[in-house]
């Protein structure tokens, strides 16, 4: 399995970013995935997840914001980030897991190396 993101970037506050994570080694729409995001020294934290029945759920802070999605003919994972605010700076990494309760319990087993956001 590898996951690998694109699409961070600086940008500033109230623009908009889509962030793209692209699956390889499963079979994409079999696995549960998820956004998660860290800054250095601090607490991992969920961000969005999808699972494979096409559940979402999201972390509060960015209800409303933020839409995650995945296009299973690229196997892509996408996540539509809008008014974007300082504190959305962070190391945004995908994850995906074949037990979708790993996934909604914070724990998936494949992650990617992450994609640099920061908001100013």
């Known amino acids: 399995v590898q996951l690998v993101e694109s699409g961070g970037e600086s940008v500033e506050t109230g623009g908009s970013l889509r962030l793209s994570c692209t699956a390889s080694g499963y079979t994409f729409t079999t696995y549960s995935m998820a956004w998660f995001r860290q800054i250095p020294g601090g607490k991992r934290e969920g961000v969005a997840a999808l699972d494979s029945d096409g559940v979402t759920n999201y972390a509060d802070s960015v209800l409303g914001r933020f839409i995650i999605s995945r296009d299973s003919a690229k196997n892509t994972l996408y996540l539509q980030m809008n008014s974007l605010k300082p504190e959305d700076t962070a190391m945004y990494y995908c994850?995906?897991?074949?037990?979708?309760?790993?996934?909604?319990?914070?724990?998936?087993?494949?992650w990617g190396q992450g994609t640099q956001v920061t908001v100013s």
């Open positions: 994850a995906a897991d074949g037990n979708k309760r790993a996934v909604w319990d914070g724990y998936p087993y494949h």
